[in-house]
């Protein structure tokens, strides 16, 4: 393979300090915002986009890209007072929509489009929150990619925009973007205060009409860093100040019928998650505090003990099964559990007593939102239960099943699914002995009597179930022939409890360890090569991309970090980032765990002369959570330490953040890029459009 002339990149003597561990740090000046810095990742940008896509069969695996490029969650539309709103793209569009209608999926009309805002560059709709009422509409816009959006006021009845939105920036759509009153007088929404890189988040109060947002003080740290947010009861009487984005707990109440009263502490000294809704007089809550692999518990409000889980009525004892969250049906609850990695549903009255299962359309995957938080956000009651399902073959579809049926209704069937594709389920061995889970997707037609091109996708991190749902745009790598793995590690929370913290903070390792053991696992039963085989991963899945890359250059063909954390140590700096390492993976003020954190730095792994796999690092410029300079940093070091002849490739989107509010024709060509420079390395070619 010919080596590339990569851009010219300078050296400093630089260093980094942390709890007095000095780093050499020869790139740092690649975190900076100049116009070096700029023109160089332009330089990279147009490298890696000239070099996929002089490949000759690009176009053909563009279309197959964009076949299977669906929606990430499979978001089902939401009801306010017998109208429904839903997100969706016009036929020709790039950016979605937001429709009403007076049906489930009626033909609907628009109430907003991002292209009023800009025509030339539409912004992306974050979330939607209709008013109880239906009356007004709340709407994030994001115009940079970010995922940081601004809350729109929209009159449903006349489809304009009203003028008494509130201002402050919001971080994200995790926390459902606002919490409407019960009698749709205003909201609650978590907004940020001062610079937004600070990462400091604020609980607002906004009223319709009003001049301004109201800061509301909730009875939490001054300094915390974590996430929070107010819900309300379904009755409109109770405030619920619920905090922390992997293990939430209902840390106070309000009771908005005499608010004189102030906000009560409630859950507020327990590590554990306790993530449910006010039904009634109690909350009633999945948590894993006493049950590593989750029950169902219900609390009064009116407890003096909220806080010890003796005094707590369990509703669903633990059992094999994970359970992960709850909704409201009616007067059941239907419980979303994990069985082995795949999604159950199971439903109980509000005492607890069995009443069945909803018949599931396949194995596969509930829509869930990878934090917990996020569930306590979102629709949580119901009088019906309407969710989004795929498995690894087919997309998403929006389902509906009634309480006392036998059966669910297709809302919206999966528009696209792969064809003549064979699911198998596999467990492989990791250094301690730990069975770990994965599952492997190919054509029938795959000889599998021989070593075939695979791709492990893989996460393990923060408590963050990795689903076994539709592989999205890596479906055009299994329709060429390829075998696709999806890997679940430690750290996750797949398999409850013990198997996030199994991969978490001093165990982190683990979750590295993990992937190496599906990695050996396939290679020891024949089924690939060191020669066929890729990894790839997002976000904390793209850390553990560059820790396979450093750790194990020797077992991959190549590597595709996505929008990854690449300077554990250098994160430390910045407010989100330490936020993300003390959550997930140290202590930044404990000189030992700074040493320990630097033994998985990819960055920091680098060594000059080791032959490294071929890699597309693959970034946006806009991203609030892993900043750029990650990917610019780690790719001028590997670049000036290759010492074979494999590519390193690093192409950073601009205006595209972490890939949440990314518009489809991006990611179409995102994911066309990354995906042509894996196959080019693994011998793949897409099929005749």
Known sequence: MTRIDYPSTRTTSATDERCGVVFQDPYHWLEEDTQEVRDWQRAQATLASDHVRAWPHYDALKQSVGRYLGSRFGAPPREANGLWFRTEAPAGTTQACVLVADTLLGEGRIVFDPRWENPQSPPFVSWIAPSPDGKVLAVGVCADGSENNTIRLIDVDTATLRGDAP????????????????????????????????????????????????????????????????????CGRWAVLHYRLGSPAPAALLD??????????????????????????????????????????????????????????????????????????????????????????????????????VPLPGKGAISELPFLIMHVFGVTASDQFLFGFSTLTSAWGVYLHKPGADHVETVKAPDVTIENAVIEDHWAISADGSRVPYHTVRLASVDVTKPQPTLIYAYGGFNAPWLPQFPGPMAAFVAAGGVYVHGHLRGGGELGLDWWRGGSLKNKHNGYLDLYAIA?????????????????????????????????????RVA??????????????????????????????????????????????????????????????????????????????????????????????????????????????????????????????????
């Open 520 to 556: 050996e696992d396939l290679i020891a039963s024949d089924r690939t090569t060191p020669q066929l085989l890729g990894v790839t991963g997002g976000s904390n899945g793209g850390l553990l991309a560059g820790v396979a890359i450093t750790q194990r250059p020797h077992l991959w």
């Open 256 to 357: 908005l019928s005499d608010p004189s009263g102030g906000w009560r502490p409630f859950v507020s000294k327990l590590e554990g998650t306790v993530a449910g809704l006010v039904v009634g007089d109690r909350y009633i809550a999945a948590t894993d505090v006493g049950a590593a692999r989750g029950r169902v518990v219900a609390i009064p409000l009116d407890s003096p003990t909220p806080n010890d889980p003796a005094t707590w009525e369990v509703l669903v004892p633990e059992s094999e099964s994970v359970v992960r969250s709850l909704k409201l049906v009616g007067e059941h609850l239907y419980v979303n559990e994990f069985v082995d990695t795949y999604a159950r549903v199971s439903i109980v009255t509000l005492d607890g007593a069995p009443v069945g299962q």
């Open 560 to 689: 595709i970090p996505r929008v990854p954390l690449f300077d554990v140590i250098g994160a430390m700096r910045d407010a989100y980032g330490r936020y993300v390492i003390a959550f997930e993976f140290g202590d930044p003020d404990d000189a030992d765990e700074v040493r320990r954190m630097a033994s998985f730095s990819p960055y920091h792994l680098v060594k000059k002369g080791v032959t490294y796999p071929a890699v597309f690092i693959d970034a946006g410029d806009t991203d609030p959570r892993c900043p750029p300079w990650h990917a610019r940093k780690f790719a001028a070091r590997l670049q000036a330490a290759q010492g074979g002849d494999a590519p390193i490739l690093v192409h950073i989107w601009e205006n595209v953040g972490h890939g949440w509010a990314t518009p489809k024709d991006i990611q179409i060509e995102e994911n066309t890029e990354w995906l042509a420079f894996a196959m080019q390395c693994l011998g793949l070619t897409p099929p005749a459009p």
């Open 167 to 234: 201002t402050e920036l919001l971080m994200d759509s995790w926390l459902g973007g606002v919490q409407w009153l019960g009698d749709s007088s205003g909201f609650y929404f978590t907004g940020l205060t001062g610079p937004k890189h600070a990462f400091r988040q604020q609980v607002f109060l906004h009223r319709l009409g009003a001049a301004a947002a109201e800061p509301i003080q909730v009875p939490l740290p001054a300094d915390s860093q974590e996430y929070r947010g107010v819900t309300v009861s379904r």
